[in-house]
Structures are given as structure tokens and as C-alpha cells.
């Protein structure tokens, strides 16, 4: 019987895969599958183009052993595997379990070793087998049976390979393949070769004598530096072709006779697809046996389509009828003088509005102001018709934008998992509606299939959210908070120019000065921003030792140059350096160039990209300017207020995430230490190292510090050694004696991993998730992340979620109480005002009222308020 087999190489597809689609994908659990997506694109392109009679696949299980034991050195410099491809071949191996794809993994073996096996069992059976892999060692097994499929480029591009096309392409016999892969070794794999010897070289001495053994016998007839290579090296030579050589008698159980492709269950395919949210890939696995997934009914029929009058009409009408109407912007991939601005769909219950430029602005402008709406980026669109920037028109005042009444897919995706970093259409009707967006010939077209998606998902959403348990965290934290970012971003913030030029000046002469004193030091000049030049000067030139290695060789990171600098000057000059040339760079240079035409500086808070609930901020990133260094305070000193006659102003919560622990932990003595209006440091200190608060040094209550702050973030013995350059034992009993002293603590935390564990998940006091995929991590350095992770997020994230509940609140009463100062910037714990000077008084006092009482906790919410002539003077 006539039978082909395709045997899989999992672990090279797999990698291929996760670097090949780089798009960020996640299912509901914030599991990552972007190189699942990838692997099942991969197969179901062989799996068209092939049809074999049967799949197996193979993936490698625990340390080569048998090779590392007679070459200790084999594939030691491969760097660890990346956590977000290793938490997904669990997912894989679960998806071709519901395809009936046999798995096999040999303990101590590597997946070349099966394929080269279920070959020769082929072969003996008189099948025919095709082995799907990326590595060039399979290229041996080649034969009239057996023949090797490899990816040419990305993940779909496929080229099959007999012996002939190895002969074409390496002009060596697929029986001389290991000769030739000893004596030129593999880089990759870490097999040493005949040092001299490539892969050219390789294939004229086997064309020569036809194997290695035969090169060995006419070595007389070979001169100079090659035979003396080969002479040297001959043991390594054997032992590289040892190592390279794939094993082909394996013990392991599969019936390849009975084997079968396709032999699934359409209901056992869609469970498992269905629990990742791959729904096009679930498509293309189910047309292998023609059947069409029995998905949620998915209705894109286009409502028909007015312009013009009518369509004006449209949406006076659905905003009276407090119908919710999809909006969706389409802008011209060329912008030109011809162009009439973007397209607009506006999506109704009786008709699909269709408008451009000024008209659907216009209609836009309405639909905020008197209608319900639902789009994937409410701020953005917002931004259309209200500006972020003060000196262009807005068709929308600032309490108009904060009364809007529209649905933001992009923020619900992210509260239903704020592990994935795009939220787009495509994505959203992928993982929520389960299936895709069809393709548009027009930008009308494109806009009016993106307006009705939205409503559809709107619907969808909500269902999602509060079924998930987290709707009140998007309802009622973070949708409101989209009108506040867009009224804070209109507002922007000043900075003083000639103060930043300044600074520049002289920021540009301390560099050119430590350059100069780097390269004296170095006795030679080398481009201080190249980690491979600085490297070769710290590491061979002055011949300090290295500390750790990455894939591009030796690190020198600020960890690497902050040990260094204890023995020799160079590395804290380099450290002053990258300060000096990061913050001229990203700030002093950057800033003046990034005024609007308002003269502002302005901005954009993003709610959609971090994983804790916390905001970001971009273009410029006002959150990253270093304040623990005075030149990154003087960059803060050139932050000012937006109008002559104010005063920058801020408000600042204290130690919020420890009072959190506190609360969420009600250890009953951090409770009261709170209480009690003592410094919390001292507190502890004296409590963890058993003296009177009045004995309790600075330097305890340094130490006490970093314990109370690293416990938060889930710190342990080493983490704490390293910041308090203490031994670890010393740290492991300040560690122990914490716990001892806050025993509900100790409590809490193992409740809250514990708990996570089994959820899979973290929450924060309103409800906010944070899913973990690594707490599932076999790797025990990964899932300690995660256990910290899980520790972290109800502290972190509900202080995130306490600062949005406090701008929301903040913004109102600034509007309804009539103050004419503004909330321009938030950094974490930290709002900040341009105020005028006789209102200072007033708007301290509501901040305060405001911030601290918008969460009623066991201990007291405390915020500090400040005010000065700059930034750096407002602290």
C-alpha cells in the first residue's frame, strides 16, 4: 500500500512561527498565540499543497542528553527560550490533539531524532514520508522515499527536497551530509567543525574522496594550514559528524499503518480553536474536511446608504430615537490638496450615512453631542472635532467632549484583556465575534463594514464585560476617563525654550567633556553608543571581567557598568554619558520640535497599553523624566505654566500601593501604623530590627524602606541584596522578620498567588483582571514572575484605577464649580495643574477632597500638594 506521511519537526516550526508574525495576539486568558497563529498557518498551506495520507509531529523533550555527554558544549550559548513561545507549545500540542495529530516527544531526544526514525520505519514499510522542518541537519535523511520540507521565507513559503536538491544546492550526496556537517560544524548548534574548514571547502575535499574517512586517508596529499587543521582536529572532526549524526532507531509507540489525516472531529476542533479565539484559522482547518464552523452568527449585511441631506436627516433622527450609531473614519492613504479629508460611515438602525471632510465632521460633532456611539478608538475620533491643539478650532466644547456618550471597543478589549498591545477591527472580531472583517473595494465601503462591526461588537462587549465581571472597572472607570485624556490633551503643556536651550548647551559640553575623558581612559577612540565597541574596550582592551552574555555578546547594560565602575572609573563615566545623551536626545533636543502650533507641548495618554490599568504617555513621554538625578530635575524646571499670572500645581498621592497592602492584607499593626500618622519606615524599622522608634537610625529606616516597597512588588531575598548591596542571608532575615512582624501579610500575598493559581488571574479592589499565562510556566523563573506579577497587580492596579477614578472626578468639578485651572499632565501617582494664582488656595483644597475620598480604605488616603513657578519647583 502506497502511503504518505508527513512528520512534523514541532519545535522549528514553532520558533520559525513566533519570530515570522510579530503581530501581538492573546487569547481571552492573555495566553499569547501569535506563534500558534503561525504554526497552523504554516500547516495548513503544506497540508493544501501536499495532502499526505497522515500527520505525526514531533517535538523535542528536555536536554539532548546522549549529545551533551559526549559534547558538553552542544547548542550551551542558545540563550533561554522566550517565555511568550514557551508558554504556547501547551497550547499547540492541546490544538493537535483535537486535529488527532499524533504528538510524540522522546525524553533526552531531540525532534530530529523521531523524524529520523518514523523515516526509516516508512522506508521499511515502503511509505512515503515528507519531514517538515527548518533545520538543515534533516537534509541526511533525504532520499527516493523520504524528502525534507523547508519555509524559503516566512511562514508559507515552502520548497520540497530530495536528493537531488541537495546535490544542486550543497553538491554533497544526502549520505555524505554528515561528513560534511563535521568537518564545517554548525554555529548554531555549537558543533566545532575543522576550524579553517566552511562549507565550500567541505564539499570540494567530499567531492574529492567521497567521505570523511576518505579525506583522513589521502591526507598526504593535502599542504599547508588545511592539512594541519585536519591533522589537529581529526578526533573533533568524528565527534562533530557524531554529534550532527540524526539517530533512526528510537523506541517510542506509533501506528503510522493505521495513521490517518484528516480523521478529526469537527465539534472536538472547534472546542479547542474556540477557547484560543483562532477563529480563521479554525476556518481553514475545518475546509480541510469541508465544513463551515458552526460559529455565533456573525450579521455584516451593509444597512443601504444616503449622503448628503438625507443622511443628515438619518442622524438627527437616530439621535432622537437614542439609537446607538456606529462610527468609523476612514483617512485617504494619500494625503493631498485634492483630497476632501476622511470618510466617514455613520451606521444606523434603518441606513448607512456616508460623509467626508467637513460634513462628517460635522455630522460627527452632532452625534457627540446629542446621540450614542460606538467606535474603536473614541478618543482618536474624537480629536477630529476637538483638536489637540488649542490654536486649531474646536466643534465641541470641553464639557460637550466630557458628556459624550460613546462606547470605545478598543478600551473594553482592554479591560477584557490588557495583556494584548493592539486592538484593532480585525482582531476584536476575531477574539469577540469569532469571525473577520470581509475585504472593502472603496474607503466608503471600508468605513461602512468598520461602522457596522462596531456596533456589532458593541452589543457583543457588553455581554463580554459583564459576564467576565468586569464592566463596572471599563463603565465606570475607564470610558469616562476618554473624555478627561482628550480635554487634557487639547490642553498640552508649556515649556520654557530658552531655558531648554539652555540646558542644552550645556548638556552638549559635559558630553563632549566625558567623551574625551572615556576615550583618554580607553587609550583609544570608539563609538560610545555601540555596546559591541564598548564592549570590546571594557572586555579586551582594559580586560575587565564580564559579567553576563546576551545574543549579541557581552552585555553592558547599566546593571554590567554599575558593578563595573567598583574597579575601574570608565563604566560610571559611560553611565553619565547615556544620562547626559538620553535626556538631550529624548528631551532638550526633542521638545521645542514637538510644539504645536499653540506653542504647547501636547501629549497623547494612552489607556490601551500596559498590562497594570496604569496610563502611558507618548509623543512626548512625560511619565519617563528622570527625577531622581538633578539634570533630569532641571528638565522639570523648564515645564511652566500655560499662562503669565499661574502657578504649576501638583497632587500627589503618598505611598498609595502601601497603604493598599495595608488595606487589602488588614494586617492589624500596618493598619495602625498608618493610623497612628507615624512615619511607616520608622515604624517598621523599629518592629523588624527590635529597637524604639527614637533609636531607629536613617540608615534602618533605608533598610526598612526598600523592604516595605519590595514586598509590594514582590521582591525577594536576592532582589533585596542587590538593592541594599547587603548578603543575601542578611536580606532573607529581614525578609522573615517582616513577615513576622506583619504576619497578615505574609497571609495575604500567598492567598492572593494561590488564588491566581487557580484563576489565572489577579483583580483589583474594583474588579480590574490581570491574567498570567505564567503562572502555568513549567519554567520555575517564569512562573516566579508570575507569582509576583500576581502579587503586585491588586496593590498596582488598584492604585491605577484610584488615580482614573480621581481625574474623572477632578475634571467634573473643575468644569462645574467654574475654575479656570486646568489638569494638564498625570504621571502615576501625580496630577498636575496650571492654575491661576487666586485660585490656588481653593482648587488645593477640592484635589485634596477629591483624591482622598474617592476610595474609603481601612487606613488613610493621603495627598501631597504643592505649587511653585515650574514643574521642578511644584515638588
Known sequence: ??????????????????????????????????????????????????????????????????????????????????????????????????????????????????????????????FETLLVTGDKDAYQLASDLTRIVTTKKGITDITVNGPAEVVERYGVTPEQFIDFLGL????????????????????????????????????????????????????????????ATIVRDLDFPVDLESAAFPAFDAADV????????????????????????????????????????????????????????????????????????????????????????????????????????CALDVKADLHRVYPADTAEPARLSDAEVLASRGFDLGVAGYVLNSSTSSYTYDSLMETIAGATLPTAESDAERAALRATAARLLRSLMEEALRKDGTWDAYADIDLPLVGV??????????????????LGAKAQAEVDELTAQIHELAGEPFNLSSPKQLAHILFEVLQLPAKKKNQRGYSTDAKVLTELSAIHPLPALILRYREFSKIKTTYIDALPRMRALDGRVHTQFNETVTTTGRLSSSDPNLQNIPVRTDFGRQ???????????????????SQIE?????????????????????????????????????EVTSQLRSRAKAVNFGIVYGQQAYGLSQTLEIPMAEAK???????????????????????????????????????IPELRSSNG???????????????????????????????????????????????????????????????????????????????????????????????
Not at 528638565?635 to 497632587?651: H, K, M, Q, T, W
Open 1 to 126: 500500500m502506497s502511503k504518505k506521511i508527513a512528520v512534523i519537526d514541532g519545535n522549528s516550526l514553532m520558533h520559525r512561527a513566533y519570530h515570522a508574525v510579530q503581530t501581538p495576539m492573546t487569547a481571552q486568558d492573555g495566553t499569547p498565540t501569535n506563534a500558534v497563529f503561525g504554526f497552523l498557518s504554516m500547516f495548513c498551506k503544506f497540508i493544501e499543497i501536499a495532502a499526505p495520507d497522515a500527520v505525526v509531529c514531533a517535538f523535542d523533550a528536555g536536554k539532548p542528553v546522549h549529545r551533551i555527554e559526549a559534547l558538553q558544549q552542544y547548542k550551551a550559548q542558545r540563550p533561554p527560550m522566550d517565555n511568550e513561545l514557551r508558554v504556547q507549545f501547551p497550547v499547540i500540542e492541546e490544538l493537535l490533539a483535537a486535529m488527532a495529530v499524533p504528538v510524540v516527544k522522546v525524553p533526552g531526544w531531540e525532534g530530529d531524532d523521531i523524524l529520523g526514525t518514523i523515516a526509516a520505519r516508512d522506508e521499511a514499510l515502503g
Open 184 to 243: 564545517m560544524g554548525d554555529s548554531s548548534d555549537n558543533i566545532p567543525g575543522v576550524p579553517g574548514i566552511g562549507p565550500k571547502t567541505a564539499t570540494k575535499l567530499l567531492q574529492a574522496y567521497g567521505s570523511m574517512e576518505g579525506i583522513y586517508e589521502h591526507i598526504d596529499e593535502l599542504k599547508g594550514k588545511q592539512r594541519e587543521n585536519l591533522e589537529n582536529n581529526r578526533d573533533m572532526a568524528f565527534l562533530s559528524r557524531e554529534i
Open 270 to 373: 472547534e472546542e479547542a480553536f474556540g477557547k484560543y479565539q483562532l477563529a480563521s484559522p479554525l476556518a481553514r482547518v475545518l475546509s480541510l474536511i469541508n465544513v463551515e464552523p458552526a460559529s455565533r452568527e456573525v450579521d455584516l449585511t451593509l444597512a443601504d446608504e444616503v449622503r448628503g441631506d438625507a443622511g443628515a436627516a438619518e442622524v438627527t433622527r437616530a439621535c432622537a430615537a437614542g439609537e446607538t450609531i456606529g462610527v468609523a473614519f476612514v483617512d485617504p492613504e494619500q494625503v493631498s490638496l485634492f483630497n476632501e479629508g476622511a470618510t466617514a460611515a455613520f451606521v444606523t438602525d434603518q441606513a448607512t450615512v456616508i460623509a467626508e471632510g467637513d460634513e462628517a465632521l460635522d455630522l460627527f460633532a452632532a452625534i457627540v453631542r446629542d446621540g450614542i456611539f
Open 485 to 502: 485624556l482628550a480635554c487634557m490633551e487639547r490642553v498640552g503643556a508649556a515649556i520654557d525654550v530658552p531655558l531648554l536651550e539652555e
Open 635 to 653: 528638565i522639570r524646571s523648564c515645564f511652566v505654566p500655560l499662562r503669565e499670572g499661574e502657578l504649576f500645581l501638583s497632587a500627589d498621592y
Open 658 to 694: 502601601l497603604r493598599l497592602l495595608a488595606h487589602l492584607s488588614a494586617d492589624e499593626h500596618l493598619v495602625a501604623a498608618f493610623n497612628s500618622g507615624a512615619d511607616l519606615h520608622t515604624s517598621t524599622a523599629a518592629r523588624v530590627f527590635g529597637v524604639a522608634p527614637e
Open 733 to 771: 532575615e529581614m525578609i522573615d522578620r517582616y513577615f513576622e512582624v506583619y504576619p497578615g501579610v505574609r497571609s495575604y500575598l500567598d492567598n492572593t498567588v494561590a488564588e491566581a493559581k487557580e484563576r489565572g488571574f489577579a483583580t483589583t479592589m474594583f474588579g480590574r483582571k490581570r491574567h
Open 781 to 875: 523563573q517564569q512562573r516566579g514572575f508570575g507569582e509576583r506579577t500576581a502579587m503586585n497587580h491588586p496593590m498596582q492596579g488598584t492604585a491605577a484605577d484610584i488615580i482614573k477614578m480621581a481625574m474623572n472626578e477632578v475634571q467634573r468639578r473643575l468644569l462645574a464649580e467654574g475654575f479656570r485651572a486646568q489638569l494638564m499632565i498625570q504621571v502615576h501617582d501625580e496630577l498636575d495643574f496650571s492654575v491661576p494664582i487666586d485660585e490656588v488656595e481653593r482648587l488645593s483644597a477640592m484635589v485634596r477632597e477629591v483624591m482622598e475620598n474617592v476610595a474609603q480604605l481601612r487606613v488613610p488616603l493621603l495627598v501631597d500638594v504643592s505649587w511653585g513657578p515650574t514643574w521642578a519647583e511644584a515638588h
